[in-house]
C-alpha cells in the first residue's frame, strides 16, 4: 500500500508547500539568497488515507493525528539529501518529502568545504568511501555537464617530500591503476609520477621530490550544484520544505493484519512505517513515511537516537529484529538483516585561509596524508576564478553550529604565520600579509581524535536508512549515495 501513493502527491504538495519557491537551474557562485520563510498552516493539511490504510490501522491509536503521508521522507538538504531525494523524487513512483530545520538547502556541512570532486585515491580498497568516491566522480562530472553546473577538471598533486613519502605515492599510483579503469571521459592513465624536474617545468612555486598526478581530480560549484538537486527533485514531483526540524521519531506497530509468509505481522518492526514529528514555526507537524533517509549530516546521531528511544520501549521481537514488508531485507552487502547499534559522531571545525594575491599553482597541490587519514593536510585548492585557498586544519569542537573565526586565534598573525610556513613546506612564495582567515566547516567524523579511519555508514534496516558519518569524499559521493540508497529500497 505504501508504494503507489504518489496518484495524491498533487493534493499533498498543495497541502505541505503553500508558497514553495521553486529555484531556476542555475550556476552562479553567489552564495543564494535565503528563501522566504515558508509557514507550514495546521488548517490547510488534509488527512490523506486511503481506506485501505485506514482499515489495516483500526486497530491502532495514534498518539498524534498524523497530517501528512508519504513513501519516502528524507531529512537533511545537505547534498546527500539532496541527492537522495532527487533520485527516489525521479523514480516516478511514490512521493518524497525532503525536510530540513535550516531556512535554505545546504547550510552546513556541504557548503563550507573544499568542493574538490576526489578520485577515490586514498581510502581502503573495499571501504565504501572509496567504492562511491570512485562512481561519483564519474556521475558527477557528468551530472555537472548535463545540467550545466559549473565544474573544472584542475587535476592534483599530491607531493612528497621524503623518500618514505615517495614510496607512499607510488604504492598509492599501483592501487589507483588497480581501481581506476579508462572510461570514455578518461581514457588515460588514472594517475602518474612526476619527477622533481618536471614538477618545476610545470609548477615553479611547488616544492617536492616527486608528485603523483590525478587527472581525475577537479572541483565543483557545490552551491549550483545543489540549486540544480532541489530544482530537480520539485520538477519530478517531490516537495522541499524548510524550516521543519525533526523532534520525534517512532515505528508504527499495530496488530490486526494478514500473515506475512506465514507469520504474524504483529510481531513484526517497519511493517506500518514511521511517525515522524516535527516543529515549525505555525507549530508541530506529524508526517506518516513508509520509509525513512537519515541524512542529517552533524545531527545524524541524534536522528538516530530519537528511533533508539522508542525502539528501546518496544518488548520482544518489535525492538528492532523483526522483519520488513520491503524486499531489502535480504542477506547480501546493501541489506541489512539487524539493526544498527548507536554511533557518536566527532564534530571537527576546519578553518579555510584565503590568499589576496595571485595565484602560485594552476591546479590543486596536497601533502602526503595521514595515515590514520583523519585529515589530508593542509592543502592547496582554487575556487573556479582560479584563487587560492588553503585548508582545513583539524579541530575538534563540542558546538555543531559555531562557524565563527577568532580573530585572536585563528586569524591572528602568528597563526596566518604558522599556516604559511605549514603550505611553504610544498608551495614556495606565500606571503604570509597575504592570507586571511575566510571561513569554517563542521565535518561530522565517526572517528575521534587520534582514532583509527572509519568509514561511511550506510545501514538500512526496517524501512530506516542512515547516513552516517559523511564527511569528505561526501560531495564526491554523493550521487553515488543516492544511487547506493536507491538500490538499497528497490
Known amino acids: 500500500m505504501w508504494r503507489h501513493l504518489a496518484s495524491r502527491s498533487a493534493s499533498c504538495k498543495r497541502a505541505i508547500t503553500a ?57 537533511g538538504a545537505g547534498v546527500v539529501g539532496l541527492a ?44 565504501l568511501k572509496t567504492k562511491l568516491c570512485i ?10 555537464e548535463k545540467y550545466n553546473v559549473q565544474y573544472r577538471q584542475t587535476t592534483k598533486w599530491v607531493v612528497g617530500q621524503s623518500d618514505a613519502d615517495l614510496e607512499y605515492l607510488e604504492g598509492l599510483s599501483k592501487k589507483a591503476h588497480a581501481l581506476l579503469y579508462p572510461t570514455k571521459r578518461m581514457p588515460g592513465p588514472p594517475t602518474f609520477i612526476l619527477t622533481q624536474d618536471q614538477m618545476l617545468s610545470q609548477e615553479p612555486h611547488v616544492k617536492g621530490k616527486a608528485a603523483l598526478v590525478s587527472p581525475r581530480t577537479g572541483i565543483v560549484d557545490a552551491h549550483g550544484l545543489m540549486h540544480t538537486l532541489e530544482a530537480r527533485i520539485q520538477d519530478k514531483g517531490g516537495d522541499v520544505v524548510f524550516q521543519c526540524e525533526v523532534i520525534d521519531i517512532e515505528r508504527i506497530c499495530h496488530d490486526g493484519l494478514p500473515k506475512v509468509n506465514g507469520q504474524d505481522q504483529q510481531s513484526l518492526v517497519g511493517t506500518g512505517g514511521f511517525r515522524v514529528k516535527m516543529a515549525s514555526p505555525a507549530g508541530s507537524v506529524v508526517v506518516k513515511a513508509a520509509t525513512v533517509i537519515n ?105 555543531l553550529d559555531d562557524y565563527t573565526i577568532d580573530s ?36 561530522p567524523k565517526l572517528a575521534g581524535p587520534g582514532e583509527p579511519f572509519r568509514d561511511f555508514i550506510i545501514h538500512h534496516h526496517g524501512g530506516f536508512v542512515n547516513l552516517a558519518g559523511i564527511e569528505s569524499p561526501g560531495l564526491t559521493s554523493s550521487l553515488a549515495i543516492a544511487e547506493y540508497v536507491e538500490e538499497m529500497l528497490y
Open 19 to 75: 508558497g514553495l519557491h521553486h529555484l531556476p537551474l542555475s550556476s552562479s557562485r553567489a552564495r543564494p539568497t535565503h528563501r522566504e520563510t515558508i509557514l507550514l498552516k495546521q488548517d490547510q493539511y488534509r488527512r490523506l488515507f486511503s481506506s485501505s490504510v485506514s482499515a489495516s490501522l483500526a486497530a491502532y491509536t495514534p498518539t498524534e493525528t498524523v497530517e501528512y503521508e508519504v513513501d519516502h521522507l528524507v531529512i
Open 84 to 127: 537522495v531525494a532527487e533520485r527516489l523524487a525521479s523514480r516516478g513512483v511514490g512521493s518524497t518529502l525532503l525536510v530540513d530545520k535550516n531556512s535554505g538547502a545546504g547550510q552546513e556541512t556541504s557548503s563550507r568545504n573544499s568542493e574538490v570532486i576526489h578520485a577515490g585515491l586514498y581510502y581502503p580498497v573495499d571501504s
Open 135 to 144: 562512481r561519483g566522480n564519474e556521475l558527477m562530472y557528468d551530472f555537472c
Open 295 to 399: 541524512s542529517a549530516g552533524l545531527y545524524a546521531d541524534k536522528i538516530y537516537n530519537l528511533l533508539l528511544a522508542r525502539d528501546s520501549s518496544v518488548s520482544g521481537a518489535q525492538a528492532g529484529h523483526g522483519l520488513s514488508n520491503n524486499k531489502n531485507d535480504d542477506n547480501n552487502s546493501k541489506r541489512c538483516t539487524t539493526p544498527l547499534p548507536p554511533f557518536k559522531l566527532h564534530p571537527c571545525k576546519g578553518h579555510y585561509y584565503s590568499y589576496s594575491g595571485p595565484a602560485l599553482a594552476s591546479r590543486l597541490v596536497y601533502p602526503v596524508p595521514d595515515k590514520n587519514l583523519a585529515s589530508l593536510g593542509t592543502h592547496l585548492t582554487l575556487d573556479l576564478a582560479g584563487r587560492m585557498r588553503f585548508g582545513p586544519d583539524v579541530l575538534y569542537v563540542d558546538r
Open 408 to 443: 585572536s586565534t585563528v586569524g591572528s598573525r602568528a597563526s596566518l604565520e604558522m599556516i604559511a610556513r605549514v603550505v611553504g613546506s610544498y608551495l614556495g612564495s606565500v606571503n604570509p600579509s597575504l592570507l586571511y582567515a575566510d571561513y569554517a566547516g563542521i565535518r
